[in-house]
């Protein structure tokens, strides 16, 4: 649930954070929506490319803001492709850097030298970019001038809209190569950067999202920025320009000021950070117990709720997968507060709707409207982890076929459309793109949306597809089902812009049955129009223009797209589920040969895609704390699903370095960059879980399922450091809830399944029996007596199981206290489907 707050004026703010008497960075709120800056504009901020923070205390504001995706509901039936290691798709510009015309370039500037497809775009713009680094940051020194930093990605449809009117802009341009240094971020490729002056938008706006816009001084502390800025005042925004000039005007009358006032900040930044809430720690009587927590995490999630579609109330919607997460868990461990009905409308209404791509598979972002109909088009791989890993877990707990049509189709699109052909996933597609090919202006959605002729001429001129159809009328079934409209599905709210005008956005207001029923016909006639039409579809889709692919193959994304895949490949009667385990072998794979340097023993953040062998940065961006956690989880969870115990061992090579890397010894906690960072202000420590979970909350899982699988004490002590530093956290299981989680784990123990006996068929059915269910925390150990010891077999407390009657044989221990010894799967199953399988249609509305 995303509450509003109101903005925060600069001068208040700074007052606060520097008072002799203040150690912490506080809020001052502000009736009314504009801030004050140091220069005396009244500055809004302006929801962009807007995110979901997780915090019930961050509101990110919808602006006129442009259309969004087309797609919803389950597909009709499964189907299941093999990932394929190349494209049947026309070739795709993997930058909007291209001259259209093939004459040579206007302008060239230094970001022509860099791998990242977002910097990449702007190589050609008349401002004088450079990437981040040294030679940008010492020439701001040495000429005494302000930087002017632009974060974003390229898939971010206000970024381009703000580079279209401004930064290609010659006379834009020549203000901003006068008066500035001039430096382009990648948020995706340097997220430090992102999330260290986010968080002063943030204190100052309220709000934040992409383009981020930030004036800092040559020692890199923040002065004033906001997010998106018009070319010219308008909608009560001063305009880009006019923020130019006076900035320009202020450093060179009164820098001092300015100096100050950055310093102040950083400063406040820095303490609020190295500070270990003294005054909390000092105070434990107030601690709330995990018991309170857990209640109030069940009345917010209720509370906040929305009954009818799902999701958190309001607009815009985001999936928010790691509450959905904690929910699955809670209902797990106390089914009596019925929490899972929370998860399962959720997940049922976003299938449904058009933020799913109903043609092929896949989500969009988020949706502007609160029905999950008019998404905001583009498509993140990091959204494509998490779901897939939610509606592989939502089948394991339900059983409901729909769940794993919907993964599949996830795991379709991913191979399809986002897959590198050595194994590595792209970042996302963006949200704008040509209506046609000779179309001169991309616009939102234009990929994604039909009119009513289109699918009817489509439908109708393929009507041998369809086979016998009793008399049935595809066209009208299809339009029915999925809401298309003569006259267009999209309402002009959610379309400022009117790109969507006369256009359907898919979307399924009830269900296949009841479409069934309308039309006199069978379920099995109606399955097979929407299957055939959405092949039909698709095909002629792929014919239109595509928005651009972000070629950039990010560590931390790719961790979550493991756990997803293996998550999926523990259901045991998917029918893809060996194309699923080896997909993920090969993702592990492409990440040990491509992002992992063996010298220097770290994690890389990013890889670039090339044609055929993915392409590494001249200078190397080493890992960040997600990228640690991220990937530690999913070959944790990829272990679980293959018992490959490779995977287990990088797993716990890979937290031995995080811990080295970012582990605060002083007060706990992990920073999110390494110590001595080149030109990073301040260290910070990530505290909520938004759109991906942090890095500290995935951390706290992993460190408990390492200390059980090696039996290491120092990695549970570790994790109870953790829980201890953000104990005091308001709202915890709202603000942090897969660290919710993890604290749940770690005070209701974990079960563990030990099975003895050789690699066999028989051993392989046992660890299946339990497997296929979603069990929060499950360790699962395969005592191969045929095969010379592994890692496993250092845990002392193993040597004691032993076969019976020369079988291969299932202990379930809880707590270290074991269960009698089984040799039948039905056994494990009689045994584990009445606590975690449910009856899905008890929970529907």
């Known amino acids: 649930m995303l509450h509003s707050v109101a903005r925060l004026p600069l001068a208040n703010y700074l007052r606060c954070c520097t008072s002799s008497s203040t150690n912490h960075l506080r809020k001052v709120p502000r009736a009314g929506s504009l801030g004050n800056s140091p220069l005396g504009l009244q500055t809004q901020s302006f929801d962009c490319c807007s995110f979901s923070t997780g915090s019930p205390h961050i509101f990110h504001s919808q602006f006129p803001s442009p259309p969004v995706s087309p797609q919803h509901q389950p597909l009709a039936s499964t189907q299941v492709r093999t990932c394929s290691n190349h494209s049947k798709e026309p070739p795709r510009q993997s930058t909007m850097a291209a001259n259209s015309s093939g004459t040579e370039p206007k302008f060239t500037n230094r970001l022509k030298q860099e791998k990242s497809p977002y910097l990449l775009q702007h190589a050609h713009n008349p401002v004088e970019w450079y990437p981040w680094g040294e030679e940008a940051i010492q020439r701001a020194r040495a000429e005494n001038k302000l930087i002017f930093l632009s ?109 100050t006032t950055g310093r102040s900040v950083i400063d406040a930044i820095r303490r609020n950070v190295d500070h270990k809430r003294a005054d909390e720690v000092e105070d434990a009587t107030n601690m709330e117990t995990l018991e309170a927590k857990f209640k109030q995490a069940v009345n917010m999630y209720q509370r906040n709720y929305d009954m009818v579609w799902g999701g958190s109330l309001g607009a815009p919607k985001f999936p928010e997968a790691s509450k959905l997460n904690l929910m699955f868990h809670l209902h797990v461990q106390e089914p009596k507060h019925k929490v899972l009905g929370v998860v399962l409308n959720t997940l049922d209404k976003m299938a449904a709707g058009g933020i799913h791509d109903h043609v092929f598979g896949g989500f ?155 039309f006199n016909t069978t379920v099995e006639v109606v399955e097979r129009i929407l299957k055939t039409g959405n092949e039909l579809l698709h095909e002629v889709r792929d014919k239109r223009p595509r928005p651009h692919l972000d070629t950039k193959i990010l560590c931390a994304w790719n961790g979550l797209v493991l756990s997803g895949l293996s998550q999926l490949a523990c259901v045991k009667d998917a029918p893809g589920r060996s194309e699923y385990l080896a997909t993920a072998g090969a993702l592990v794979k492409f990440i040990r040969a491509n992002l992992y340097d063996v010298q220097a023993r770290k994690l890389l953040r990013s890889c670039y895609g090339g044609a055929e062998e993915p392409l590494a940065s001249e200078r190397p961006i080493y890992g960040f704390i997600d990228d640690y956690a991220f990937l530690i989880k999913g070959l944790i969870d990829y272990y679980v699903a293959s018992l490959d115990e490779h995977a287990l061992h990088w797993a716990k090579e890979l937290q031995d370095i995080q811990d080295e890397l970012f582990w605060d010894p002083k007060h ?98 046992l660890v299946d029996a339990v497997r296929e269910f979603y069990v929060p925390g499950m360790i699962i150990v395969q005592l191969k007596i045929d095969q010379p010891a592994h890692i496993v077999r250092r845990r002392k407390s193993l040597d004691n199981f032993k076969m019976v009657k020369n079988m291969p044989t299932a202990y379930i221990c809880h707590n270290k206290v074991c269960h009698l010894p089984v040799t039948e799967p039905e056994r494990l199953t009689e045994e584990f489907q009445p606590r975690y399988t449910f009856d899905y249609q008890e929970y529907e509305n």
Request: charge should be negative; glycine fraction near 8%.
């Open 668 to 765: 706990g906690a992990y920073f999110y960059s390494e110590a001595n960072s080149p030109n990073v202000a301040v260290r910070l420590k990530e505290d909520h879980d938004g759109a991906e979970p942090c890095g500290n909350s995935v951390a706290a899982h992993n460190l408990l399922l390492l200390s059980d699988y090696f039996e290491e004490e120092r990695l549970k002590e570790k994790a109870r450091t953790l829980f201890d530093y953000f104990a005091h956290t308001a709202h915890f299981g709202y603000v942090l809830p897969e660290m919710m989680s993890a604290a749940l784990l770690e005070e209701q123990g974990r079960n563990t399944l030990i099975v003895v006996g050789p690699e066999s068929p028989e051993a392989t059915a």
């Open 151 to 259: 974060v974003g990605y390229s898939t971010c449809h206000w970024c381009h809209v703000m580079e279209k009117e401004s930064f290609e802009n010659e006379d834009v341009a020549k203000i901003m190569n006068e008066h500035f240094i001039n430096i382009k971020v990648d948020r995706e490729e340097r997220p430090d950067i992102d999330k260290l002056y986010m968080m002063f938008i943030l204190l100052i706006n309220g709000s934040g999202g992409w383009p981020m816009s930030v004036w800092l001084t040559p020692d890199l502390a923040p002065v004033t920025g906001g997010t998106y800025f018009p070319p010219n005042d308008r909608w009560g925004m001063p305009g880009f320009t006019t923020v130019l000039t006076k900035l320009a005007s202020k450093w060179s009358t009164d820098k001092d000021d300015l100096v």
């Open 364 to 518: 969009a972002r988020y949706s502007v409207d609160k029905k999950w109909h008019v998404p905001h088009f583009e498509k993140m791989l990091y959204d494509q982890g998490q779901l897939l890993s939610l509606y592989a877990n939502g089948y394991r707990l339900t059983k409901k076929p729909a769940y794993l049509t919907v993964a599949d189709a996830i795991y379709r699109y991913l191979c399809k459309d986002l897959r590198h052909p050595a194994g590595g996933f792209y970042s996302g597609e963006d949200a704008d793109s040509l209506p046609t090919a000779d179309s001169e202006e991309k616009i939102e959605g234009a990929f994604y949306a039909w009119t009513y002729d289109e699918i009817k001429e489509i439908v109708q001129s393929n009507g041998e597809n369809f086979g016998e159809l009793g008399g049935v009328d595809p066209v009208a079934v299809y339009a029915a089902h999925y809401d298309v409209k003569e006259e267009g599905n999209v309402k002009p709210s959610s379309d400022p812009h009117g790109h969507l005008l006369g256009k359907n956005i898919l979307i399924v207001y009830g269900s296949i049955r009841e479409t069934a029923e309308k």
